[in-house]
């Protein structure tokens, strides 16, 4: 079976409700021979809820602001040094279900930190990737008209104590760790193309830079 194209773009640092419009845009106007893409970037500090997000898991925002998405899940922090991947996927190109997107989101996190030698692990009672019983990635998806947009939060170094004024995905109590946490030395840029390369390879897609006459979204 062909690989099918996904574009990859590198966008930096964007504000997230700019970025989540620009989600929605892209997946409304596609037709079926719109190549799916992979962003990547980073968020300046934000809480974002879930379409079912409990106020009373965000506990004390302080300063940073909260928005309500349209992601799957609850509460979970964006910020610097936070790797970002937002997967616009043709679903049923991937061959696989939500569930089984879910699951090579997770195991292609899992791997990178195996090839550093770190253990990993994910739970079905609550999706992402936990070494021990710290979570080191979140993972959140829409699917609208058969594609999917949102994706996987992963901390390559991040501040972390934002994460303490809310309950991490829902979940009280819930300790965050990062890469550089685990003694993990990687930059966002190798991070977010190790996770790329475990992830395409998974579902069978051919990663692309943008045309040349394209400029990134922003």
């Known amino acids: ?56 898991h965000v506990l004390d925002p302080g300063d940073i602001p909260v928005i309500q998405s349209d992601r799957g899940g609850q509460v979970t922090y964006h910020g610097p040094g936070q790797l970002v991947l937002y997967l616009l996927l043709d679903l049923k190109a991937t061959g ?26 994910a739970r079905a009672d609550a999706p992402g990737v936990y070494v021990e019983e710290k979570k080191v990635a979140a993972l959140g998806l829409r699917v609208r008209r058969g594609y ?29 760790t990062s890469l550089a946490e685990l003694g993990i030395d990687l930059s966002l840029a190798e991070a977010g193309r190790r996770v790329v390369a475990r992830l395409a ?6 990663t692309m830079p943008p045309l040349p006459q394209e400029t990134d979204r922003s």
């Open 1 to 56: 079976m062909k690989p099918q194209p996904v574009i990859v773009r590198h966008l930096g640092l964007q504000e997230y409700q700019a970025t989540w419009r620009a989600m929605r845009d892209f997946t409304d106007a596609r037709t079926p021979g719109t190549p799916s893409e992979i962003w990547l970037l980073e968020h300046p500090p934000v809480f974002t809820q879930g379409q079912a997000g409990r106020a009373e």
């Open 201 to 206: 390879a998974d579902l069978g897609l051919e």
């Open 148 to 176: 999917t947009y949102h994706g996987l939060a992963l901390n390559v170094d991040p501040d972390l104590e934002p994460f303490s004024r809310i309950d991490p995905c829902g979940h009280p109590g819930q300790v965050v």
């Open 96 to 121: 696989r279900g939500i569930r089984g997107l879910v699951t090579s989101m997770e195991e292609s996190v899992i791997g990178l930190l195996a090839d550093e030698g770190v253990q990993a692990h």
